[in-house]
């Protein structure tokens, strides 16, 4: 059978704990770390954890849909990079467009020719980046109907057709499934049709946002689709613990194994 590493969000679970100490305790119950940002934390203090890092944010600043933008994307995202080597990231997430508190910094409801030309430009560059690093950048899908309105390309089939036009080893899809469910479902579906284009699931339940066995989504079927199209990459908990977050990340580890 083939093994899934997992991980959890140090943002979302043990909340009522600092950073370093969310850290740990993720870490103790043999769960691989996902941060978000990097710029307002201590990664030599998270370095030290011993923990195994499996993803964070790879850029700062930008959307990748306008020059400027993705100007700035790839600027950041080559800081972000520098980071990584602190921690020894693999992958780095980025989103097509900017997010503050959630929401898209300079909303777009209708997209364009050009949006599409100039996101597949700046991910070329940035798999270049990536290639030189050893470090991939997945493009993470988001819904725009709860969490992140007006921000373009963000459904998974606009990630996937991304990712596949760039066609570069080192950028790949930041398949969330939480995001998926609310705008599009048909999950274990499109799990096959992601394929090697996939470099990270994350999951969380619908609706709630929580741990599976919360909502409505059967994450032990996503579990076999995964093994059947040979996946043995990471699997993220980006999600509220709906109670105790030990019991929380147990009942995810329990959907996976």
């Known amino acids: 059978m083939t093994e899934l590493q997992l991980a959890a969000c140090s943002e979302m ?3 009522d704990l600092p950073i370093l100490d969310r850290v740990k305790r993720i870490d103790e119950l043999g769960f691989a770390v996902e941060i978000w940002s990097w710029h307002d934390k201590d990664l030599q203090a998270l370095a030290r954890t011993g923990a195994t890092f499996s993803s964070m944010t790879g850029y700062l600043h930008g959307d990748l849909v306008d020059r400027d933008g993705a100007e700035e994307v790839v600027r950041t995202a080559e ?7 602190t921690l020894g990231v693999p992958r780095l997430n980025l989103h097509t467009a900017e997010l ?3 929401q898209a910094a300079r909303p777009r409801y209708r997209t364009t020719g050009d949006m599409w030309l100039t996101a597949g430009r700046a991910l070329e560059r940035i798999g270049d980046l990536g290639a030189a690093a050893n470090v991939t ?17 963000a459904r998974a089939k606009d990630t996937l057709a991304l990712v596949e036009a760039v066609a570069h080893p080192n950028v790949k899809m930041m398949l969330d499934l939480y995001h998926a469910q609310i705008g599009e479902g048909n999950l274990v579906e499109l799990v096959r049709r992601c394929g090697d284009a996939i470099g990270e699931i994350q999951v969380a339940d619908v609706p709630g946002r929580c741990e599976p066995g919360t909502g409505e989504i059967h994450y032990p079927a996503i579990a076999r689709a995964l093994r059947e199209i040979g996946f043995s990459g990471t699997v993220g908990l980006e999600a509220w613990a709906s109670g105790d977050s030990t019991v929380a990340l147990e009942r995810f580890r329990q959907a996976f194994s």
Request: glycine share 6%; aromatic share 6%.
């Open 79 to 85: 800081l972000s990079i520098k980071a990584a080597e």
């Open 13 to 15: 679970v043990f909340t």
């Open 137 to 153: 950048f997945c493009v993470e899908n988001l819904n725009t109907i709860v969490d992140h309105p007006g921000v373009p390309l």
């Open 100 to 102: 503050v508190d959630g």
